[in-house]
């Protein structure tokens, strides 16, 4: 599965975006889906994870309660749905394929581009 990310741009802090991901393929049901950032300087975490009927959903501590993720299967697109942003989320988005709903990024096989999010003060 192909993967395209977008959505991302400036901000100020307390708004909101919506990143998208948009997958090729008819597989696109079959993985568990996955939202990862990296901000300058830093590694790459872990932000949003869904498995693939979109039942289950996972979130790191930093972004919970003001990221939701979600998917529409139908559309073969993932959603990040970003509210309440802070300058620390300043960061370039990657949306990731896995064959299992996971927070470590070895466990995704297929990566997007990737989004840069600016958040400013």
């Known amino acids: 599965v192909q993967l395209q990310a977008s959505g991302g741009g400036l901000v100020q802090a307390g708004g909101s975006l919506r990143l998208s991901c948009a997958g090729t393929?008819?597989?696109?049901?079959?993985?568990?889906m996955g939202w990862f950032r990296q901000a300058p300087g830093k590694e790459r975490e872990f932000v949003a994870a869904?498995?693939?009927?979109?039942?289950?959903?996972y979130y790191a501590d930093s972004v919970k309660d003001r990221f939701t993720i979600s998917r529409d299967n139908a559309r073969n697109t993932e959603y990040l749905q970003m509210n309440n942003l802070k300058p620390e989320d300043t960061a370039v988005y990657y949306c990731?394929?896995?064959?299992?709903?996971?927070?470590?990024?070895?466990?995704?096989?297929?990566w997007g581009q990737g989004t840069l999010v600016t958040v400013s003060s």
């Open positions: 990731a394929a896995g064959r299992v709903v996971n927070r470590r990024e070895n466990m995704y096989d297929y």
């Open positions: 869904i498995s693939r009927s979109g039942g289950g959903t």
């Open positions: 393929g008819r597989t696109f049901s079959t993985y568990a």
